[in-house]
C-alpha cells in the first residue's frame, strides 16, 4: 500500500475521532437505526428533509462501534446533505468504499455500510416502502 491509502486512514482515525454531524437533530423527517451484530456497530442516522420533501437538509448520526463504521457515518453525514432522497437510496457499497477510500476487507464491508443502510432504510419506511424496526447486516 502506498501513500494514498496511509492518508485515508489517517482520515478515517480523523472522522472516528472527530466525527461531523455527530448528535441528534431537533426535527428530523425521519430517524432510523442499526446494528452490525458481528462486530457491535449501532447506529443512529437523523434526516430533515427541505420543504420539498426531497432534498436532504441535515443529517445527524450517534453510535458505537469500530472506527469505519463510525467514520464512515460522519463521511456520509456530509456527502449526503444536498443528495436526493432517490440519490440516497441509488448508493450502493461502492459508494461508500470509495468515500472512504481504502480497500475494505469482505468482513469489514458490513462495517463501512451500516450507515448507507440505516440511512437508506429509514428513507424508504418515510416512504412507505419498508416496514422494519431496525435495521440489521445480518442476512
Known amino acids: 500500500m502506498g501513500l494514498g491509502s496511509d492518508m485515508y486512514r489517517q482520515q478515517i482515525l480523523d472522522h472516528y475521532k472527530n466525527p461531523r454531524?455527530?448528535?441528534n437533530l431537533e426535527d428530523p423527517t425521519?430517524?432510523?437505526v442499526g446494528e452490525n451484530p458481528m462486530c457491535g456497530d449501532e447506529i443512529r442516522m437523523d434526516v430533515?428533509?427541505?420543504?420539498d420533501e426531497e432534498t436532504?437538509?441535515?443529517v445527524a448520526f450517534q453510535g458505537d462501534g469500530c472506527a469505519i463504521s463510525q467514520a464512515s457515518a460522519s463521511m456520509l453525514s456530509g456527502e449526503l446533505i444536498g443528495k436526493?432522497?432517490?440519490e440516497l437510496l441509488e448508493m450502493d457499497r461502492d459508494d461508500v468504499t470509495d468515500m472512504l477510500g481504502v480497500d475494505i476487507s469482505p468482513m469489514r464491508v458490513k462495517c463501512?455500510?451500516?450507515a448507507e443502510k440505516v440511512a437508506q432504510d429509514g428513507a424508504e419506511i418515510y416512504q412507505g416502502e419498508?416496514?422494519?424496526e431496525k435495521t440489521?447486516?445480518?442476512e
Open 21 to 23: 454531524n455527530y448528535g
Open 30 to 32: 425521519f430517524t432510523h
Open 48 to 51: 430533515k428533509l427541505d420543504e
Open 56 to 58: 436532504i437538509e441535515r
Open 84 to 86: 436526493t432522497v432517490d
Open 112 to 114: 463501512a455500510v451500516l
Open 130 to 132: 419498508l416496514d422494519v
Open 136 to 138: 440489521t447486516t445480518e
